[in-house]
């Protein structure tokens, strides 16, 4: 548990939040999910799990 993320594209897209790192706060959102309010965003934008085929392409474009 953190106060901040390195991805902030998933806090954009809805598919996490950031909880304030108070007992009470993170107790009432996992209550909260729980009850099924899970979130409901988007994936964001290249997270197709195809990173690292990108990542060679590029590799065998410089090399």
């Known amino acids: 548990m953190r106060e901040n993320t390195?991805?902030?594209a998933t806090i954009?897209?809805?598919?996490?939040?950031?909880?304030?790192?108070e007992p009470a706060a993170v107790a009432g959102r996992v209550r909260a999910l729980l009850d099924g309010?899970?979130?409901s965003?988007?994936?964001p934008?290249?997270?197709?799990?195809h990173a690292a085929e990108r990542v060679v392409e590029?590799?065998?474009e410089v090399v």
Do not use: A, I, Y
């Not at 934008?45 to 799990?49: K, T």
């Open 6 to 8: 390195e991805r902030p």
């Open 12 to 21: 954009t897209s809805g598919t996490n939040e950031l909880v304030k790192l």
């Open 37 to 39: 309010g899970r979130p």
């Open 41 to 43: 965003g988007t994936v």
């Open 45 to 49: 934008p290249l997270w197709d799990g």
């Open 58 to 60: 590029v590799l065998e």
